[in-house]
């Protein structure tokens, strides 16, 4: 896959995430499931693309997410994104990734993610809640969240990702 192609991909489900998932988020959980879907792109970059690809994407859509969604702040998100890309590459570089370590990456990167978020807001005073009162009211609720999309774009992510990775070889004794 070119980076092209992931950027494109990426980016049409930045939209998605901030346009359709609030629709189909309960009128009760409003403003506590927060969708981070392009987060989860980046892991998967980060997993089978490489963490230099996942620490570029980090920044830019994590950059894009702060001024479209969260302005308040400029860059706690593209910090966190690249941070959490990066490191989840480095971690399992050159290691082969089940779904079942893949799923619980990004389970472990989502609540540091989230907890990164909130430690930034509250240094800085735009929060005021515990950290135990976040993590029941909106970190766990986003985290589920985010592991379902996970799960649900795994095969195909993987696939994707994996072919592109690993173009198919011509047989040795092929003639042109």
Known sequence: MTSGRLIVVMFLVFIVEGTLVPWFVPESLTGRIIPHFSFIFVLYTALYAGRHKALMFGLLFG??????????????????????????????????????????VI??????????????????????????????????????????FALAVYVPVRRWMEKASHPARKPENEED
Do not use: P, W
């Not at 400029?74 to 941070?83: K, Q």
């Open 63 to 104: 950059l894009l997410q702060d001024i479209v969604y969260f302005g308040s702040l400029l860059g706690v998100h593209s910090f966190a994104m690249g941070l959490l890309g990066y490191l989840t590459g480095l971690l399992l570089a050159k290691r082969r990734v089940t779904m079942m370590s893949a799923l619980s």
């Open 107 to 148: 389970v472990v990167a989502c609540m540091t993610y989230e907890s990164i978020l909130y430690a930034v807001y509250r240094v800085f005073r735009f929060t005021r809640e515990s950290y135990t009162y976040a993590l029941v009211d909106h970190m766990a609720l986003s985290t589920f969240l985010q592991l379902g």
